[in-house]
């Protein structure tokens, strides 16, 4: 999820252990059975943020095969409610917050970069909700 605030874009680095250790992504997880994407980002962010996000759009989905896993991100662009507690690092080795100009100088797992260009293309758009 890209989760806009004040001009920025939220990014997390994943944590030491894990699939990726070290590499920052965009925020969000697996689906469980029978859950959309929007129900399962809000219950991951509940986990990993602990904080209320409303979606503004969905960008189109970006499958990416890494040597060990295929994955499918399912982008959603998305704010703070205006209640939400700031998000705090619960599951993740740091957070940071970028203009999205600056989102290609940190290391971004291999799979967010065709996000991220989705979400260039999206913001050149004119920011169309769908
Ligand atoms: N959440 C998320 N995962 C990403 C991104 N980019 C990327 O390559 N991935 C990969 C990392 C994992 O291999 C996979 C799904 O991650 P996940 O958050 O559901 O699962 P996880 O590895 O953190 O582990 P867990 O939640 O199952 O404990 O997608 C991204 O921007 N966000
Ligand atoms: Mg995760």
Redesign the pocket.
């Known amino acids: 999820m890209l989760l806009e605030h004040n001009d920025r874009v939220l990014i997390a680095q994943?944590p030491a252990g894990?699939?990726?250790a070290g590499w920052w992504?965009?925020?969000?997880?697996?689906l469980e059975a029978g859950e959309d994407a929007a129900t399962a980002l809000h219950r991951?962010l509940d986990e990993e943020l602990g904080c209320c996000i409303e979606v503004i759009a969905a960008l189109p989905a970006c499958p990416?095969r890494?040597e060990t896993?295929s994955?499918v991100?399912h982008p959603l662009v998305a704010r703070l409610t205006p209640d939400s507690p700031a998000p705090s690092p619960h599951?993740h080795a740091a957070l940071d917050w970028l203009p999205v100009e600056q989102l290609d100088t940190v290391p971004l797992?291999?799979?967010?970069l065709p996000?991220l260009a989705a979400y260039r293309t999206w913001l050149r758009q004119g920011r169309p909700s769908t």
């Open positions: 994943r894990k699939h990726l992504e965009f925020p969000g997880g697996k991951e990416h890494y896993v994955i991100l599951e797992a291999a799979a967010d996000v």
